[in-house]
């Protein structure tokens, strides 16, 4: 197929990343015959450095017109001045909303081999297999926000409609999965909550009665991700909630650095990345873990571009490695290997089954 694919490296890591990422979707076209059009756009700190602006015109642009949008990370301490007028974040977010992708896709599942480098008992990861499923263009991100005489505010809003929509795309991926869905919320407190948690109720209750949904606070909930992960299937909640549920729910994985996302929803194919961000403590050393990039690429292959065997491929090339032991010190410790090598490997491994595929 053809298909244009926008890339983004960012920031600190982001630009390392991104690079294996690029490998990656160029050793998929190749072995099965695909013709991918790469580019490449500036975004975050590098595009305010560059444009003073960090979603330049040219760069939403070129993403509104691609088939889909792989990105590294964006931010880092250069731009983080409280007082700054422009930050790096805010080139993600207006692309998120100019995509239209509200609807955040983030699995958890972790590898086996991956149980020593999680600090949890290894019967406690035992099945755990988590898809978050997080609201991504509304709530506090997206609400008034501003400061008065004293102090500051960030409004968070949510309409019915809102919640519906991403409800729907809750809904159709537990379907194929277990059927189950915890909706997460602070309803004893927030109103938002409150039209979040009847919003969910009468959506499913309507539309697919068959899902069995339960309720459950976000502050037992950050709790129970770590007490019992294994208890849950998909994971509904708003955009705060979910940034900072998700990257808990890393530590099931043995690191952030692995966790991909998939945001969806918008008129085109998505947007695509790793769910860490630029890393500044490690950037430039060549210890970033690529597979959360790389596995966000099997998730832009299936979801934006609807191939699903190269996906199901790319994501068999990074368990493969995983089980070998090949991959960065954030798993493996004194004897992980560079960003380089690490991608090295998942190439190596898509090339042994590119050649197998053609002997068969
Ligand atoms: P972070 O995710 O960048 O880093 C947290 C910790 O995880 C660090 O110790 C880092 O070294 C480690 N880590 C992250 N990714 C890794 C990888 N691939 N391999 C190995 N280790 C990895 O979070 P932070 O330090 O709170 O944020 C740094 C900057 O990144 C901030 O400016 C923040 O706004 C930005 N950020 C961007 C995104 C994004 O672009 N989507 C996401 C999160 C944070
Ligand atoms: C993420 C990040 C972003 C978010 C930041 C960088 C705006 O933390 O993608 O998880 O909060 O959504
Ligand atoms: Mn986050």
Known sequence: MDAVIAILPGDGIGPEVAAAGRQVLEAVAEQYGHCFTLTQHAIGGAAIDAFGDPLPAGTEAACIAADAVLLGAVGGPKWSDPNAKVRPEQGLLRLRAALGVYANLRPVKPHPQMVDAAPLKAERLAGVDLMFVRELTGGSYFGRKGRDAEGAFDECRYSEAEVERVTEVAAKIARQRQGRITQVDKANVLETSRLWRSTVSKHLAAKHPDINLQHQLV??????????????????????????????????????????????????????????????????????????????????????????????????????????????????????????????????????????????
Request: proline share 4%.
């Open 219 to 360: 502050d037992s909930m950050a709790m129970h991700l770590l007490t019992q992960p294994a208890s849950f299937d998909v994971i509904l909640t708003e955009n705060l909630f979910g940034d900072i549920l998700t990257d808990e729910a890393a530590v099931l994985a043995g690191s952030i650095g692995l966790l991909p996302s998939a945001s969806v929803g918008g008129e085109r194919g998505g947007l695509y990345e790793p769910i860490h961000g630029s890393a500044p403590d490690i950037a430039g050393t060549g210890m970033a873990n690529p597979y959360g990039t790389i596995a966000s690429v099997a998730m832009l292959l299936r979801h934006g571009l609807d191939l699903s065997a190269e996906a199901d491929t790319v994501e068999w090339a990074i368990d493969q490695c995983l089980s070998a032991g090949v991959g960065t010190c954030d798993v493996f410790g004194g004897k992980g290997v560079s960003t380089q090598q690490a991608t090295a490997a998942v190439l190596a491994v898509l090339a042994g089954a590119a050649r197998q595929r053609v002997a068969a």
